[in-house]
T-cell receptor, first 111, second 113 residues
Framework: GENVEQHPSTLSVQEGDSAVIKCTYSDSASNYFPWYKQELGKRPQLIIDIRSNVGEKKDQRIAVTLNKTAKHFSLHITETQPEDSAVYFCAASESGNQFYFGTGTSLTVIP | DSGVTQTPKHLITATGQRVTLRCSPRSGDLSVYWYQQSLDQGLQFLIQYYNGEERAKGNILERFSAQQFPDLHSELNLSSLELGDSALYFC????????????FGPGTRLTVL
């Protein structure tokens, strides 16, 4: 089965700096890679996703890159703000069947 | 609000008991996914249903079962509960069960005493 590894487990950055979270996956059949943000006690919410036919996707301050050859994908948050503080999860799926999640990264943005 | 509803919000029960968690997907969504999130843990995929049929199975214990009804709501049944089953249980729904965004419900927090 698929194995998704996520690093780092915790990340602290100064407000305005960039944050990068990295994930690797094992199953080359995985073709959909969403990222979720989860605030304490709340539901996970999709912040960005990428499909295997795309190498990079941006949405304002958030970007995701995918390297299919190396089987890794990364989340980049620029100009971080205190409200970006949360736990971020990456996931991998083959066509929407069985989503495998990373173990999460707790991001703290220090004002 | 994602449009996915889950009941109950909180559930406190004793070891050995059986509980049922309920999920109503967003209007029009055919696929339902169930996840378990233990304290300080990631999301563990349990099972997926699409239009009433089981589509994928993850790390779901034999003591757990689920089904999706003709009106597309889903129930997750947990039996012979153990202390370690205490967790937040999320369901999520998606339009096609394919590589689409999942919309998560607010979760049911289960505490087994």
């Amino acid at each position: 089965g698929e194995n998704v590894e996520q690093h780092p487990s915790t990340l602290s950055v100064q407000e305005g700096d960039s944050a990068v979270i990295k994930c690797t996956y094992s199953d080359s059949a995985s073709n959909y890679f969403p990222w979720y943000k989860q605030e304490l006690g709340k539901r996970p919410q999709l912040i960005i996703d990428i499909r295997s036919n795309v190498g990079e996707k941006k949405d304002q301050r958030i970007a995701v890159t995918l390297n299919k050859t190396a089987k890794h994908f990364s989340l980049h948050i620029t100009e971080t703000q205190p409200e970006d503080s949360a736990v971020y999860f990456c996931a991998a799926s083959e066509s929407g069947n069985q989503f495998y999640f990373g173990t999460g990264t707790s991001l703290t943005v220090i004002p | 609000d994602s449009g996915v509803t889950q009941t109950p919000k909180h559930l406190i029960t004793a070891t050995g008991q059986r509980v049922t968690l309920r999920c109503s997907p967003r209007s029009g969504d055919l696929s339902v996914y169930w996840y378990q999130q233990s304290l300080d843990q990631g999301l563990q995929f349990l099972i997926q249903y699409y239009n009433g049929e089981e589509r994928a199975k993850g790390n779901i214990l034999e003591r757990f079962s689920a089904q999706q009804f003709p009106d597309l709501h889903s129930e997750l049944n947990l039996s012979s509960l153990e202390l370690g089953d205490s967790a937040l249980y999320f369901c999520a729904s998606g339009p096609s069960g394919g590589a689409d965004e999942q919309f998560f419900g607010p979760g049911t927090r289960l505490t087994v005493l």
